[in-house]
């Protein structure tokens, strides 16, 4: 059986607020059941996904300045990989591990998990995906990485063995470990800004995930927040895809075949039902709720029961929180979690 709860609410990853503590804190209080760690973004370009990523893969420089990630030109292409693949093979998890400097927000809440009475049994993380990195990270020329298959294939490993570090510091807490591997840049696959095939798109984030399965029982996830070819997600070897269902569920639904085969074959939904833009301002938990309810019901339409459904879903914002003021973000967490106890009520009379 899964150790997720149907319904239960977990968060993207970026926050608005600058005390660690109590951002991991307000995330145990708003989303108990699955409690991502907050990623500061406030607190400088380490902070972000890109960047934290970045640490640990050899022959990559982070810009603090210019806020790039790029090869650096003074390592050897051939020193890097040989580097990285020897880490990689080794097992050791030490040199793809997270410094407390630029994950604040993950040490806080592993802090706050390791007490007797926090009750947390499953902890969530996220990563920046394959493709994303690799579109986001340039060479000396100023191209993307991912027009290059070596390299792009060398990330994948790096990446897998980031997300394993991870998931082995919830283990070592004796909880289990949910990791999503972040895709935004697949919201432009299909266009000149990513001109590669689906072909490629798949093989990146499979070999990815593959990689990060050899280590253990690892539930793995994918947020995309815009719209995409959905069957990149839906058809790949993933547990949960998480997307913004409050402004593409239309989009996703078009996708019915692939959307039989995922949750066939036991995939969870993550719901973006919380915008975080500036429709929050106009959404309450009311509006939001009508909704969901609206979403699951035509959903059912194409073929999976209205329980089948909720049994396989989860709830999040619509995209990460972090360029929201702290209080509208905490706002957001709120309806969150009354759209949650919603959920699992509506469930539970079924």
Known sequence: ??????????????????????????????LPELPCWPQMVRLGFPEEMVAQAARGLPGLKVDLEAKTVQIDPDVPRDEALARLYEEVWSGDLAPFAMEEGEARGFFALLQ????????????????????????????????????????????CQGLARKAVWQAQKFWDLGKEAVIFLDEPYLSGF??????????????????????????????????????????????????????DSYGYFDSL?????????????????????????????????????QRFQGQV????????????????????PACGLGYLSPEAATRALAILAELSARGQGWLAAL
Not at 10 to 28: E, M, R
Not at 261 to 284: Q, S
Not at 305 to 313: A, D, M, P, R, W
């Open 190 to 243: 299909g266009s000149a800004y990513l001109p590669i095939s689906k072909g490629e798109v798949t093989e990146i984030i499979t070999q990815t995930l593959d990689a990060v399965r050899e280590a253990g029982p690892i539930i793995l996830g994918s947020h995309c927040c815009g719209n995409t070819d959905w069957s990149l997600l839906l058809e790949a070897p993933l547990d949960i895809l998480n997307f």
């Open 297 to 316: 019901e035509q959903l059912a339409k194409q073929g999976p029961g209205v329980k089948e459904i909720l049994s396989q879903s989860l709830l999040t």
């Open 112 to 155: 706050i998990c390791a007490s007797s009475g926090s009750g947390v049994h499953v902890m969530k993380g996220q990563l920046s995906g394959p493709v994303t990195f690799a579109g986001m990270v340039k060479d000396q020329e100023g191209k993307p990485c991912l027009f290059d298959r070596e390299l792009t294939l060398a990330f």
């Open 253 to 289: 639904v078009l996708y019915d075949r692939a959307l039989k085969g995922f949750l066939g074959r036991g995939g969870w939904l993550a719901w973006g039902l919380v915008p975080t833009g500036e429709a929050l301002e106009d959404e309450t938990a009311d509006s939001l709720w």
């Open 1 to 30: 059986m899964s150790p997720l709860t149907p319904l239960a609410a977990t968060g993207i990853g970026s926050v608005p607020f600058t005390d660690p503590a109590a951002a991991a804190a307000l995330t145990l209080k708003y």
